[in-house]
Every structure is written in structure tokens, then in C-alpha cells.
DNA sequence: GTCAATTCCTACTAAATTACTATGAATAGT
DNA sequence: ACTATTCATAGTAATTTAGTAGGAATTGAC
């Protein structure tokens, strides 16, 4: 039951964006790679996660970079990481049907365990987390 | 972020020996396979752990098998998910020292996602687990 | 209107982890 | 002694994760 480094890497990206937030100037794949110790090209594609999730968004060409779409304050941690983790699920028979009678024991578990983690992620904004304020 | 397979038939080993408790017989992996799906050596693997733990006895030879150590309603499923997946820790920087400078931002948000889960898996029994009373 | 800086797209690969399978020794009841 | 069982450990195949790589598309700056 791990947190994969895309969920790390990403919730890294999304404080140095809150940072930015204030800022006119988009921040680029470059600088966000040095602050955070990521690679560039994993580093764009945890981003582009984000982006398609509509908590980021991007120009390109010169000058160009990221933004997020909202202030600090009113992204959560478990939007940006519902975004990068592949939906977060703790088990996959929420969504697929499960081979294992449809009386299984565990699924009710499962889902208010989902629903939990959740509640709570999403009780922490990116402002509260980047001044660990938790 | 998912559980593992482990963790998921562990449960359903745990349930079924919730089930057999006021029995005074032993439950054999070849019983345990056969009601939960899982293959007896897996589940061999997967109950030594929870022997391991503490939450499950054993005795050996003709008529041997597996019991709990105490009654379903005094084991959670926090105990059972702790002792099968290695201790469900949601990321490694919690007991290994974090490569990130000792300032890292996410760090108090695991720790206390990581004790927000603890804490509601342990607050279901096996009893209540297989009666679906959660 | 060209050039350079950037995002965007997608394929590939190496490493790690997971989910088993396999073999056989140790033990205990009959 | 025999048989049913747990216990210990090694091996392996499949899957997932974590990253690399190459280049196309877009945009601003000059």
C-alpha cells in the first residue's frame, strides 16, 4: 500500500506551483525539475496528469510554463493526487467486478476505507501543505 | 495505492477462521483454500504472517491447523492488514531516512494520513467484518 | 518569418515488486 | 511406523513502476 514517487514527485510540483501562484510568470519543466529533484521528462508527464485533471494549466513556446487553475488555497492534496495516482483506488474491485462471489466480505471495507482517505486528503489545501500547516 | 493480494485474502482467511473460532477444531490450509480461493501455498505464505503477528496459533501434524488467538471481536482489521502487507506503511520515508532535504513538505501529511487509516481499520473487528457490520 | 524555447505525445526499457509455484524438512497424532 | 499437517525457503513468471528517449507541435521574441 504504497504512495508511488509520481504521487511524491507530484504533490513537490503542485507546492512550488502554489508558491508561483502569485507570480505573472508561468514556471517552466526546468526550474520545477531543480526545485524539486525530479527529472525533466518524468516531471512532464506527471504534470501533464495534473493538467488533465484541470488543476494545471500550460503555455507553450518561449516563457511559456505551468499554472495552476485556482489558488493554493482551494486545491487539495487529494485532487492533485487522485490526479497523478491513477484514481487512488485502494483495491480494484470498486470498479471492476470482482471474481470473487458478489457477497465478498471485504469490498464494503474497502470502499468506506476509500471514501476515508479521501475525506481527509481533501481537507488539506496546497497553501496548508506547502507552510505544514497540517 | 493498492492493497495487495495478500492483504486481501488474509482478510478472508481471518474471517473464515472468525467463523470457526468457538469451534474446538483447528482449521487446515486445505479447508482455508477451498473457502477462500486462494491456493494452499500461498496461503501458507500469507498465514505464517499472521502467526508471525500474533493474531493466529498453530499446531502441527494429524488434525493440525490454525486458529485465532483471541476472540473475533478482540482482533481489528487493522492487526490482520498490518501483519500481511509490511505494515502498510503508505511510504517508505516514514522508517527509512528521506533522501529530499530534512525539510520535506509531504512528510507530516503521511504521517498522518498514514495514522488516520490505522486508526479507522482499527476500529472494525473480524466480527463485525464478516457480519458486513461496518 | 525565422529561430529558439517550450509543451506535448508516445514508445521503449530497466528495475523492482507481486503473486505465486515448488520442494522438502519438521512435527505430531493415530 | 505412517500419515497429515505446518514450517522454511528458494525459485520464477507476470505485472507494475519508474524512468529514458526522441521528436512533433506551438508560441513568443527578435
Do not use: F
Not at 508558491?19 to 525530479?38: C, H, I, M, P, R
Not at 518524468?42 to 485533471?53: R, S
Amino acid at each position: 500500500m504504497k504512495m508511488s514517487s509520481k504521487a511524491r514527485y507530484g504533490l513537490y510540483a503542485a507546492v512550488e506551483l502554489a508558491k508561483n501562484y502569485n507570480s505573472d510568470e508561468y514556471l517552466n519543466v526546468s526550474t520545477l525539475s531543480q526545485a524539486t529533484g525530479v527529472t525533466e521528462k518524468y516531471l512532464e508527464q506527471i504534470i501533464a496528469l495534473m493538467k488533465k485533471a484541470g488543476i494545471v494549466s500550460a503555455t507553450r513556446g518561449a516563457s511559456g510554463g505551468y499554472k495552476l487553475t485556482a489558488g493554493p488555497d482551494a486545491i487539495t492534496v487529494g485532487q492533485v493526487l487522485r490526479a497523478v495516482e491513477d484514481n487512488l483506488e485502494i483495491v480494484d474491485c470498486l470498479h471492476v467486478e470482482c471474481s470473487q462471489r458478489g457477497k465478498c466480505v471485504a469490498r464494503n471495507l474497502w470502499e468506506k476505507l476509500y471514501h476515508n482517505i479521501n475525506s481527509y486528503l481533501d481537507t488539506i489545501s496546497l497553501t496548508q501543505l506547502a507552510e505544514d500547516n497540517i
